[in-house]
């Protein structure tokens, strides 16, 4: 991590951010450990300690520390470099982007955050023992966002929306293959599907870097009723069974699988969390052959950068949503607060509460907003208002600027119909009068 960061000295030819090093050298001194003859007794149970030991430790497992709570607290993951009997100069964007973010304080919209890190092995059987779950399930309470991070595809960034349990067999980096669903203790309880929390919106269409971000919604799934796997583009029908998530059907999917039904057996279903999957680090032109190319070249390394540097600015995006309040999945509303926009009657009027002044806080998002009403209709604009409108539920805090009819609340059936407005730019107050209200 400090030769990463840019701490102490480089050593060695490669760049600071490459992670391939830390994999050698893991390979190395594992291997060193096997054969190993002490001048004392070391038995099998003690070897196997050991092991674990060196496995935790160089992965950032036994280190995950954050200050007090007024910093936000982030989790990132990323795994080791694969499919090396292929090539095995290969490195891995997310094990660089796990080793240039760890420990690092970061300044988003909302404030400073801590990101913490782990790197996981790219090995069956370390998953199917509960590596996973070991890791994160003791940190997941406390944490206001997580994101687990893999390669994927060529030219694009993915933020998987659902992941499966199905293990597709692909060869591990000990060659060993499974398949079959994705074992985690009680599986009677076992979902075929657990879903993302990240902001998938926000991150496609916020400008992060180099690279798209697609929201990706496919997965292969059996339909109920039927034996054959069918591909969906638009996410899984009720009472399929899985055998493809967004991310696939290999370790990438399972890591995502395993850390949200994680945060859903924990009673987090709140806790903003997911995959995201980088682009393939690739060579650049003429050094693309395994066994004459170079170790690396100015494209590959700028390719990593590029990827690390976004990977970066995503995390730091989802934060800043994240302690916005921001809630996927809920449809914008019309703002009830301006004559410019009206809200869509409906059935009954939630009961307000309590309407108190407060002064606006510096560096809040605020500006013109863009609203949409709850039919189809254009965009509308509120007329020359300043509002600080982030999405909320009933019994939570709705806070506009230069509110104008606070009491004239729309009805609405439910929570997820509660008028409530789309903040699309950012900027600073300019208004002098607040109001909170709070619904029941």
Avoid at 193 to 198: K, P, Y
């Amino acid at each position: 991590m400090d030769r990463a960061q840019g701490r102490g000295p480089a050593g060695g030819d490669l760049s600071r951010g490459d992670d391939r090093p830390l994999y050698w050298a893991r390979l190395a001194l594992s291997s060193e450990l096997r054969t190993w003859t002490p001048r004392f007794a070391l038995d099998e149970r003690r070897r196997a300690a050991l092991h674990t030991a060196l496995e935790t430790a160089s992965r950032g497992q036994d280190d995950i520390r954050y200050p007090g709570p007024r910093v936000k607290r982030v989790l990132v993951t990323g795994f080791d470099p694969f499919t090396l009997d292929r090539d095995a100069r290969i490195g891995n964007p997310s094990g660089a982007s796990a080793l240039a973010l760890d420990g690092t304080l970061v300044r988003t919209a909302e404030g400073p955050a801590r990101i913490e890190t782990v790197v996981f092995p790219v090995r069956w059987t370390d998953f199917a023992e509960g590596a996973v779950e070991r890791a994160l399930a003791r940190h997941l309470p406390h944490l206001d966002l997580f994101t687990t991070v893999s390669q994927g595809r060529p030219g694009r960034f993915d933020v998987e929306r659902t992941n499966g349990a199905w293990r597709g067999g692909f060869p591990d980096n000990e060659n060993l293959s499974r398949t079959g669903t994705v074992p985690v203790t009680d599986p009677a309880s076992q979902p075929q599907w657990a879903s993302t929390t990240l902001p998938y919106r926000l991150l496609t269409e916020a400008d992060t870097g180099r690279f798209p971000v697609h929201d990706n919604t496919e997965v292969t799934e059996i339909p109920a009723g039927a034996t054959q796997p069918v591909t969906r583009p638009d996410g899984p029908t009720p009472g399929s069974t899985a055998r493809a998530g967004g991310g696939g059907d290999y370790l990438s999917n399972e890591i995502a699988y395993r850390a949200t039904l994680l945060r859903d057996r924990l009673g987090l279903p709140k806790l903003p969390g997911g995959h995201l999957h980088t682009p393939v680090l690739q060579f650049g032109t003429g050094n693309t052959d395994p066994t004459a190319g170079t170790v690396t070249d100015p494209e590959f390394e700028r390719n990593r950068a590029d990827i690390v540097h976004q990977v970066r600015v995503l995390v730091v995006t989802a934060v800043g949503a994240a302690s916005d309040g921001w809630e996927e999945g809920l449809a914008a509303r019309a703002c009830v607060e301006s004559p410019a926009c009206p809200a869509v009657p409906g059935t009954h009027a939630p009961r307000v509460v309590g309407i108190t002044p407060i002064h606006p806080v510096s560096g809040r998002p605020s500006a013109l907003r863009s609203h949409a009403p709850d039919t189809a209709a254009p965009a509308l604009r509120a007329d020359d208002a300043t509002f600080d409108t982030r999405p909320s539920l009933p019994g939570r805090e709705f806070w506009y600027v230069n509110c104008l009819s606070c009491l004239q609340v729309a009805g609405a059936d439910g929570p997820s119909v509660v008028p409530r407005c789309h903040p699309v730019g950012w900027g600073r107050f300019f208004s002098v009068s607040v109001c909170r209200r709070v619904i029941r």
